[in-house]
């Protein structure tokens, strides 16, 4: 099997101003590219060739494992994401963050909290497991909720890569602009 990346819903200017087009080129089209044309030349001829991306995930570690894991992160992230993304989310989901956080805004501060308090590269990410309870977590790198038997319902990359064009340094700052862009009938579904 060989992996391609695909293309996204959205013009890369479209989630200007929480990501800038400049980011989304290099992020999703130099960053994310890399990670897939890597995966793709070292499953070549071995027994991961023919496996699905998430069962390589949960089955491999080292470059394989980083790779895989993160081409698979920035595509579930990038589609996270939506021009008519922000508002809040609602139904069941919702039901469950106000009934675990207290409120959806105590859940993004609870959130936004997780992805400024990672030291170094990775994620933040919303789960859930076989009951709908939620989980917040942090993985370092290319750590991935797939591995812990999570179901990923939404992620926030907070490698530098990911916002220091638009935010240099300014972490928090980041990832409270992508509330705006979130898409919540994406999110809702995955729930
Ligand atoms: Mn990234």
């Not at 479209?14 to 070292?42: C, M, Q, W």
């Not at 989901?93 to 936004?112: C, H, N, P, T, Y």
């Given at each position: 099997?060989i ?22 080129e290099f ?154 862009v979130?898409?919540w ?7």
């Amino acid at each position: 099997m060989i992996y391609t990346q695909p293309e996204l819903p959205y013009a890369a200017d479209a989630l200007e101003p929480a990501i800038s087009r400049k980011t989304v080129e290099f992020h999703y089209g130099k960053h994310e590219k890399a990670y897939i044309d890597n995966l793709n030349s070292l499953i070549e001829g071995t027994e991961y060739e023919d496996m699905e991306l998430e069962e390589i995930i949960r089955h491999s570690d080292g470059a394989l494992f980083n790779n895989a894991s993160q081409a698979w992160n920035h595509i579930f992230y990038f589609f996270s994401l939506s021009p008519d993304g922000g508002g809040e989310p609602t139904g069941d989901l919702r039901r469950q963050i106000d009934e675990q956080f207290g409120s959806f805004e105590d859940f993004k501060k609870a959130f936004v909290q997780a992805g400024v308090s990672l030291f170094g590269s990775g994620w933040v990410w919303l789960s859930k497991d076989l009951d709908g309870k939620l989980f917040i977590t942090q993985g370092s790198n290319a750590e991935s909720p797939l591995k812990q038997e999570l179901t990923p319902l939404l992620t926030f990359d907070v490698w530098e890569h990911a916002y220091y064009l638009d935010y240099q340094n300014r972490r928090a700052d980041a990832l409270n602009a992508l509330w705006k862009v979130v898409d919540w009938d994406v999110v809702e579904g995955r729930y």
